[in-house]
Nanobody, 118 residues
Framework: QVQLVESGGGSVEAGGSLRLSCTASGSFVAVWTMGWYRQGPGKQRELVATITHSGTTSIADSVKGRFTISGDNAKSTVFLQMSDLKPEDTAIYYC????????????WGQGTQVTVSS
């Protein structure tokens, strides 16, 4: 069984920074893509950023210039460096990964809370 575990969430004041991490563990052959989604109060879930095994990244316009995604293939870990945080960034952040065991499929972490005060 594959598990995704997130960490690094917390409460900060506007303008502050946080670094989220997500590590995949269990029995699997390969990780193709890892990324982050978020869901704020009363909002729909939205894609924040993704990174492939080869290092290709994609980031949402709403956080471009403030957030950076990176990964460590050897540790099956993805990071989300968040800077200049704004109150509208307040949300539960979920790690998502496309991982192959017998075949490629999506897995989700439990989520980590990020709260930005004004």
């Amino acid at each position: 069984q594959v598990q995704l575990v997130e960490s690094g969430g917390g409460s900060v004041e506007a303008g502050g920074s946080l670094r989220l991490s997500c590590t995949a563990s269990g029995s699997f052959v390969a990780v193709w893509t890892m990324g982050w989604y978020r869901q704020g109060p009363g909002k729909q879930r939205e894609l924040v950023a993704t990174i492939t095994h080869s290092g290709t990244t994609s980031i949402a316009d709403s956080v471009k210039g403030r957030f950076t995604i990176s990964g460590d293939n050897a540790k099956s870990t993805v990071f989300l460096q968040m800077s200049d945080l704004k109150p509208e960034d307040t949300a539960i952040y979920y790690c998502n990964a496309n991982i192959r065991t017998d075949s490629y499929r999506n897995y989700w972490g439990q989520g980590t809370q990020v709260t930005v005060s004004s």
